[in-house]
């Protein structure tokens, strides 16, 4: 079957035929029966084609709408999970760095107290020290002058 449009411009160019004049071809009847009956037939046909076009065109486009919306709402989603994973990271570098602050605090007073626990030992060594040193120092004297020989020979023999 032809589609209407062109059994309309078959049926123009019988019409024509017959409009050129007193000599002009006669219009062939039965040929523009012939469309008429055809154009009817394809009428229905062609109308339903129509109908059936714009139906799966509605249909089409609420199944975009739809396929949008669903996009939309899994965008918004995944928007609230990136932005809750942002919160979460920035949460958990604070808290990081809380540690890290905390960490070095304890560091720097276990090192100041460890420095001063080691001077103090040193001081005690120092002192120590310098105690014996004054009792090398007076050993030294007495032998020196002879005092530790006197000492020993002014003792009574038992």
Request: hydrophobic residues 35%; negative net charge.
């Amino acid at each position: 079957m032809e589609d209407i449009n062109s059994i309309i411009e078959e049926l123009e160019e019988e019409f024509a035929k017959s409009k050129s004049g007193l000599f002009g071809k006669k219009t062939n009847m039965e040929r523009c029966e012939e469309l008429i009956e055809e154009l009817k037939r394809s009428m229905p046909e062609q109308i339903q084609e129509a109908n059936y076009i714009l139906s799966q065109r509605d249909k089409i486009i609420q199944q975009a709408k739809d396929m949008a919306d669903k996009t939309l709402k899994e965008a918004e989603v995944r928007a609230e999970q990136l932005l809750s994973d942002s919160e979460l990271i920035k949460k958990s570098e604070e808290e990081a760095e809380e540690i890290v602050d905390n960490a070095e605090k304890k560091a720097n007073q276990l090192f100041a107290v460890t420095r001063e626990n080691i001077d103090k030992l040193l001081k005690s060594v120092e002192d120590y020290l310098l105690q014996n040193l004054h009792v090398v120092r007076s050993n030294r004297e007495e032998l020196g002058n002879g005092d530790v020989l006197k000492n020993v020979q002014s003792k009574p023999k038992k």
